[in-house]
């Protein structure tokens, strides 16, 4: 049973304090690419964001649907027969039928049908009318056909541009202690990398026979030494 004061704390219409928690959404820090942080609005989730610039976010198919379109307005047309029209009955049924199978037909078309299956064709006495077999190509070039065929945006031609941009490769000059640390081991040795390397003194970080040797000749040619 609880006490009288945790009761009238019940009862009291003061709330007791709490501490606000930290919002755990924060905003996204674009890093990467200075064109994309330009152009990122933090108002549009990732996949919109990729939609908007012209990218895809993953390389394959998604798996579990993709969010649909708002802009693409689907209508449908009013029947231009009804049952209520006024016909006889057998008129509407033979007109249901006929509309009924050349919709089949229109379903069950090669086109619709994947390649390497076939539809089979029935009457209503399951007597097989007709076998059709498919010859839609389903082996994903469709969707690549289709990113491709869609019209560059502008964020993706600033974004071939920045990589097509000339590189400049900087050249690695070495430091003054490196240039005396060679300098020494060249007087001391000579064209000997093999005593170069197992020089204790002198090859105190341990470098390598190779990576001896190619430093040797760098700095050979920089103070024009010949052998």
């Known amino acids: 049973m609880a006490s009288v004061r945790r009761r009238k704390m019940a009862k009291s219409s003061v709330k007791k ?29 990732l996949s919109q964001n990729y939609e908007k610039l012209g990218l895809r976010s993953k390389l394959q198919d998604p798996a579990g649907g993709k969010e649909a379109s708002l802009e693409k307005v689907i209508a449908k047309e009013p029947l231009a027969k009804t049952p209520f029209s006024g016909d006889s009955d057998e008129e509407w049924d033979s007109d249901s039928d006929n509309s009924t199978r050349n919709a089949a037909d229109d379903v069950v078309s090669e086109e619709n049908i994947p390649l390497g299956e076939a539809r089979i064709l029935r009457d209503n006495e399951g007597n097989v009318l007709k076998i059709v077999y498919g010859k839609k190509d389903v082996g994903g070039g469709d969707e690549s056909s289709a990113v491709v065929s869609q019209q560059e945006t502008t964020t993706v031609k600033e974004l071939k541009a920045f990589a097509a941009r000339p590189v400049v490769t900087k050249v690695r000059t070495p430091s003054e202690r490196e240039e005396l640390w060679l ?45």
């Open 17 to 45: 304090a709490t501490r606000k928690l930290k919002n755990s959404s924060r905003k996204v820090n674009i890093t990467g690419n200075p064109i994309i942080a330009k152009n990122w609005d933090h108002s549009l989730t």
């Open 183 to 227: 300098k020494s081991l060249y007087e001391k040795h000579g064209d000997d990398y093999r005593k170069m390397f197992f020089d204790k003194k002198l090859n105190v970080m341990q470098q390598t026979e190779a990576d001896i040797r190619k430093r040797v000749i760098k700095w050979k040619l920089r103070n024009k030494i010949s052998d």
